[in-house]
């Protein structure tokens, strides 16, 4: 199975910057979006940025105006630029793929979206 692979995690201070990658082991077919997601302890696993294959882009309120997701969902490789990080950004952060799969059994043609993810690398700042 094709995985994802998470890189660019690590300890910065508040302030700081850090540039997460994302890249694939083998290639993921009819990608509609990739993402960026994050988890910390106590807290559901939350949509930070996302970019679909026309090129739009969406980010979680929090992080408008400091992070940028950039990449190419056909290469399945994104990155997403964190500028001046805050202590609530610490968190473990997962590269998403959601790839259009069709519903074989359905009378009707439906399609869903299977979600294809990395292992996740830490992000920690401090104050």
């Known amino acids: 199975q094709v995985q994802l692979v998470e890189s660019g995690g690590g300890l910065v201070q508040s302030g700081g910057s850090l540039r997460l990658s994302c890249a694939p082991s083998?290639?993921?077919?009819?990608?509609?979006?990739m993402g960026w997601y994050r988890q910390t302890p106590g807290k559901r696993r939350e949509l930070v940025a996302r970019i679909t294959s026309d090129g739009l882009t969406d980010y979680s309120d929090s992080v408008k105006g400091r992070f940028e997701i950039s990449g190419d969902t056909a290469q399945n490789t994104i990155y997403l630029q964190m500028n001046n990080l805050k202590p609530e950004d610490t968190g473990v952060y997962y590269c998403?793929?959601?790839?259009?799969?069709?519903?074989?059994?359905?009378?009707?043609?439906?399609?869903?979206?299977?979600?294809?993810w990395g292992r996740g690398t830490q992000v920690t700042v401090s104050s």
């Open positions: 083998g290639t993921i077919y009819s990608v509609n979006a």
């Open positions: 998403n793929a959601k790839q259009t799969r069709n519903i074989d059994y359905a009378p009707v043609p439906q399609t869903y979206d299977y979600d294809y």
